[in-house]
């Protein structure tokens, strides 16, 4: 069994393992069992994922994992305005990490399909699917799992940057990249949201975080909110400032 900590911080919980490598197995039995659990009552599961580095082990497993993925419906919670056969692509990585063996029979909405990079036809698309495929309103998803940057950005939503509390998805830019991503309102709408916090770098983010004295406009990752408690499963090196 994987030893950790279990801690409420006001509206999170907190998980805490001793290394990523632990962090990684429990979370994903923790997917694979929501995703199980849900179908026996529902008939599809709704899974936005997060894209980056972090989560690529997880994926990788989970990949492995049999379960009813012909059931299950899978999101980008953004992604970069790049052809999507580019390394800095989300969906090139997902599709070498979560979208093989097993879960290769999952349903996956893209952003661009194409080198032909039009953002704006991109989100419409995208929308049209995500009004298609969840019920309500914004759309509500089973499980949203986010990343963290060290920045406090979440999804692509970067520091001291504006835009519409109405919209559901933007575009914007970060570190360079344009990029498209959903927005607090959407993501904050997900019937269960998860943060997956690894390394060191992350200690300030996380610590801002869950600050009820920072600004949401230096940490955005502080504008997604719940009406449950938002899960967050970090190692020890990312929680190590924490008061905990």
Known sequence: MVKMIKKNIDNYTFFIFENKFKLTSYLTE???????TSLIVNDRFKFCVCGGSTPRMIYEELSNSDLSWQDVDIFLGDERCVDPFSDES?????KNSLLKNYASKA????????????????????????????????PIFDLTLLGLGDDGHTASLFPYKDFNNDDLIITCFGKGL???????KIIS???EIAFLV???????????????????????????????????????????????
């Not at 923790?30 to 199980?36: A, F, L, V």
């Not at 690894?198 to 200690?203: D, E, I, Q, R, V």
């Open 30 to 36: 923790y997917i694979s069992n929501k995703i199980k």
């Open 90 to 94: 989300n969906t090139k990585m997902l």
């Open 107 to 138: 349903f996956f909405c893209e952003f661009f399909k194409n080198k032909d990079i039009n953002d704006d036809l991109a989100k419409q698309q995208y929308l049209k699917t995500l009004k298609e495929k969840l019920i309500g309103n914004p």
């Open 189 to 191: 709408a997900s019937s």
């Open 198 to 244: 690894s390394g060191a770098s992350k200690n300030l983010a996380l610590k801002r975080l869950i600050d009820r004295n920072e600004s949401s406009r230096r940490t955005p990752a502080k504008l997604i909110n719940s009406n449950s408690k938002i899960l967050i499963f970090c190692d020890s090196d990312a929680s190590n400032e924490l008061p905990i």
């Open 178 to 184: 344009k990029r498209i991503s959903l927005t607090p």
